[in-house]
């Protein structure tokens, strides 16, 4: 699927958008611009030691970058209800909205790290193999294909719940 003709491409043309796959140990980010970009790019990750340095190191990144969106892995066991991860999520999305004042989605991150997994195995960038090292870069990639082809979005602040 082009992403031109995604569900949400008019709507963010031309804005930089930042995911965010959260992790206890590594969050990986990735980001698009719509009419720009081709397709969503791994962005890199930050090593996480705790909540507030993370909220830092993206607001540094948001600024130095221009971003204009961020979107955060909602994670949600597969009936689609909510686990600790999901209040830890949403409290780190909160404090991060409160720093920065741009748009920020919550976008459900179920199977991201299977899909994540199954794509490294079919590709010569991955040497068909699973790299635990990226896995958290390319998921934060499936994020943000995710949100694009989302048809409703759940913008924090707006709307808590997905």
């Known amino acids: 699927m082009s992403f031109e003709q995604s569900a949400q491409f008019n709507t963010f043309k031309g804005q930089t958008l930042l995911s965010i796959d959260f992790g206890t140990r590594v969050t990986g980010l990735a980001s698009y611009c719509p009419g720009r970009d081709p397709f969503p790019i791994i962005f890199g990750k930050i090593n996480f030691e705790n909540v507030d340095k993370l909220v830092d190191s993206i607001a540094l990144i948001v600024s130095d970058e221009c971003i204009d969106v961020l979107i955060m892995d909602l994670p949600l066991y597969l009936d689609g209800k909510e686990s600790e991860a999901t209040k830890r999520v949403r409290g780190i999305a909160s404090k991060l909205h409160e720093k920065i004042k741009i748009p920020l989605y919550l976008q459900d991150e179920t199977l991201t790290t299977y899909e994540a997994q199954e794509r490294m195995k079919n590709s010569p960038r991955y040497?068909?193999?699973?790299?635990?090292?990226?896995?958290?870069?390319?998921?934060?990639?499936?994020?943000?294909?995710?949100?694009?082809?989302?048809?409703?979005?759940?913008?924090?602040?707006?709307?808590?719940?997905?």
């Open 127 to 162: 040497n068909f193999k699973v790299d635990m090292e990226a896995i958290d870069e390319l998921s934060a990639v499936i994020i943000l294909e995710d949100f694009m082809r989302a048809e409703f979005l759940k913008k924090l602040g707006d709307d808590l719940s997905v």
